[in-house]
């Protein structure tokens, strides 16, 4: 990781070289510079330079390593192959024949991605998903799968098209209930430990990474097959408690409803009270979920307050079932309502009013 301190090397600034290199291949950036883009240490990209040969030809006239265009994309393609589990060696193999200044005498074609052999990415969902922990940006990961080590790598590189790609691919391949338990919420974790032991660090990487998973789940109805919508059915009302602000959550909740055909309206993080009992009284929803992830925005009064509201003609008066949902509910604050234990448990349990008793086929946290 890049916690090292940095040597005289890293931050000297560029000049024009007399090094290994053509005076035009010596201005660049400095290793310590290219080490906090790429999230990882300035140690580790001079082991790849000593022990494969990929680093920079051009050197400042202290001999500085200093890194051009071709060269940062060599080690850019380097860090997307290690992240994607392919050994070092071979790693640094294609990325020389990819971006290393082309050789006459060597073959023309060069690989177009990674190694021929694949990276494993681990197990199909419910194989055995859990692997040890190993390199995953520096990220305390623990026992988890494979794609969460690439997605902590390009989180910790603030790498934005990569997170993409490896977000919507865990949700294709995976599903969005098994995508969200078992690789966005323990990346997520990791980063928050990352955070709390590091003096406020990598705060900038827990904002990125959130945005995506949220970009994510908005798209998992184009990358999944859903169930047509229950037509002029009431909605499932879902919305944060006043002053919470995490909704990724329900975002994900949203989502595998939306799989299901379930119609809702989510109405975000930090909702006031006036607000979402307005929202209540207008779309007369047949559920309510009321997210709080901190026990200081579990509101028991606005949660009986909403299970009393009723609307309809005399006689065929309705009211929403409550659900509070999140780990600010203890068991004593949510007495008399239902619980779930789990995104699963959640979607069938607010599946049941529209005829579909089966949400526990559909995997993921929502506590």
């Known amino acids: 990781m890049n916690d090292e301190p940095h040597t005289a090397e890293d931050s000297a600034h560029p000049e024009a070289g007399t090094g290994r290199a053509d005076p035009a291949s010596t201005v660049g950036v400095p ?51 290690t992240a994607a589990g392919a050994p070092p060696a071979e790693a640094a193999r294609v ?23 694949e990276p494993d990415t681990g ?36 790498d934005a098209p990569e997170l993409t790609h490896r977000l919507l691919d865990a949700v294709r391949r995976h599903g969005l209930t098994v995508a969200w338990e078992e690789v966005m919420v323990p990346t997520l974790r990791a980063v928050g430990r990352k955070w709390e032991s590091s003096g406020d660090r990598y705060v900038e990487v827990e904002h990125l990474l959130s945005w995506h998973i949220s970009s994510a789940l908005r798209s998992a109805p184009l990358l999944l097959p859903s169930a047509v919508p229950t037509a002029k059915a009431p909605p499932v009302v879902l919305a944060c408690a006043p002053g919470e602000q995490h909704s990724l959550a329900l975002e994900a909740l949203t989502a595998a409803l939306g799989e299901r055909g379930v119609p809702t309206r989510t109405l975000g993080a930090a909702v006031p009270a006036e607000a979402l009992l307005a929202c ?5 929803p047949a559920a309510v979920v009321l997210w709080a992830q901190a026990r200081s925005t ?11 509201l009723e609307w309809g003609t005399a006689g065929a008066r309705g009211r929403p079932l409550v659900l509070p949902a999140g780990p600010g509910w203890d068991r004593r604050a949510s007495a008399g309502f239902p619980r779930c234990t789990g995104l699963r448990d959640a979607v069938a349990t607010l599946s049941r009013p529209y005829g579909d008793d089966n949400g526990a086929r559909h995997a993921s946290p929502a506590r």
């Not at 419910?126 to 997605?151: F, I, K, N």
């Not at 209540?280 to 007369?284: A, E, S």
């Open 31 to 81: 290793t310590g510079a290219l080490a906090r883009r790429l999230g990882v240490s300035p140690t580790t990209l001079r082991s790849w330079d000593r022990r494969y040969g990929l680093g920079p030809a051009g050197r400042s006239q202290g001999g500085h390593r200093r890194w051009v265009p071709r060269d940062i994309a060599m080690a850019e393609e380097m860090c997307r192959l």
């Open 123 to 158: 197990p199909a969902a419910g194989e055995g998903s859990a692997r040890p922990g190993g390199p995953g940006g520096g990220l305390p990961l623990g026992d988890v799968r494979q794609e969460c080590r690439g997605l902590a790598r390009a989180a910790v590189r603030l």
């Open 298 to 308: 579990a509101s028991v009064p606005l949660a009986r307050h909403v299970a009393g």
């Open 280 to 284: 209540v009284r207008r779309t007369g």
């Open 95 to 117: 990325a020389l024949l990819r971006f290393a200044p082309h050789d006459p005498a060597a073959p023309d074609e060069v690989p177009a991605g990674p190694p021929a052999a």
